[in-house]
């Protein structure tokens, strides 16, 4: 798991956190939004990775078939 992947689940993390310690409805509603798109964004990055890795992983074998 990335770098990127992990700052990302912390920073959802740490919204989850703040979004529990709000005494505002809209201040908890900001920061379970920021969460939901800290979340999202590591999800992302998640799928994003193990693409890469398919794609490398297919080019290395086609590379070596050819040889």
Excluded: C, P
């Excluded at 505002?24 to 379970?32: A, I, K, S």
Aim: charged share 30%.
């Amino acid at each position: 798991m990335s770098t990127t992947v992990l700052f990302y689940q912390d920073r959802a993390r740490q919204a989850h956190a703040d979004a529990a310690s709000a005494t505002l409805d809209n201040v908890r509603d900001r920061w379970l939004r920021a969460a939901k798109a800290w979340d999202e964004m590591a999800i992302r990055a998640e799928k994003t990775e193990q693409r890469r890795s398919v794609n490398e992983e297919a080019k290395l074998t086609g590379g070596l078939a050819g040889a």
